[in-house]
């Protein structure tokens, strides 16, 4: 079963209804007790990081992720702003984040770059698969997402970068790290290829 961790953000119910129309399991969890029952997690985000981290810090999940993902080393998936909190800290705000990952959250500088690009970066782009993640398995080197973001997640370790994309210059789409999964896109919103990729996550 896979539970969508329901801390007050995200498109939750459209995570479950795909997962409903896969005849996967799937449940909205919002204590600490649903979240024991699952095999795996998702982590959905909209908004601002600090919003964000204050939202989950105070629904009361916060002690028991850390424990799940890190000690037993439960799935879990970061969506958008869910995969940003993943990192350290990010510049859009002062809240210190999960630090489950290498990284930091950076705004998007053109300053350097040959094409001025409006923010946020908003619409479809491709999704270039670095190294190997079951998240891409049967996906195609056309494999396009929807994206809705003014920062990225610059990882430390290269070794956790498992997908790219360019927007006026390369960066971090997708991450794996063991257990932890993130992709910067909404695979909820991205028709044929997200769902391939969210059952794929089913799956690993």
């Not at 630090?99 to 300053?111: Q, S």
């Not at 998240?135 to 790219?164: P, Q």
């Amino acid at each position: 079963m896979i539970a969508i961790i329901d801390y007050g953000l995200g498109n939750i119910q459209s995570f479950v209804n795909i997962y409903k129309k896969l005849n996967i399991p799937v449940v909205v969890s919002n204590t600490p007790q649903q979240l024991e029952l699952a095999q795996k997690l998702i982590l959905p985000g909209v908004g601002s990081f600090d919003w964000a981290m204050n939202r989950l810090e105070n629904s009361g999940l916060r002690n028991s992720l850390d424990r799940l993902v890190l000690l037993e080393q439960k799935p879990i998936l970061g969506v958008c702003v869910g995969m940003q909190m993943m990192a350290k800290n990010s510049e859009e705000g002062s809240h210190e984040g999960l630090c489950w990952i290498d990284a930091e959250v950076k705004r998007f500088n053109f300053t350097k770059s040959d094409t001025n690009k409006p923010l946020p970066h908003m619409g479809w782009n491709n999704v270039i698969p670095n190294g190997c993640s079951n998240l891409f398995d049967e996906l195609d080197t056309e494999m396009r997402f929807y994206f809705l973001h003014s920062y990225f997640f610059s990882a430390n370790d290269s070794k956790d970068i498992v997908g790219l994309s360019s927007y006026g210059n390369r960066f971090v789409s997708a991450v794996q790290r063991k257990n932890i999964y993130g992709v910067q896109f909404h695979p909820e919103k991205s028709h044929g290829w997200g769902i391939q990729l969210l059952k794929n996550f089913a799956k690993a």
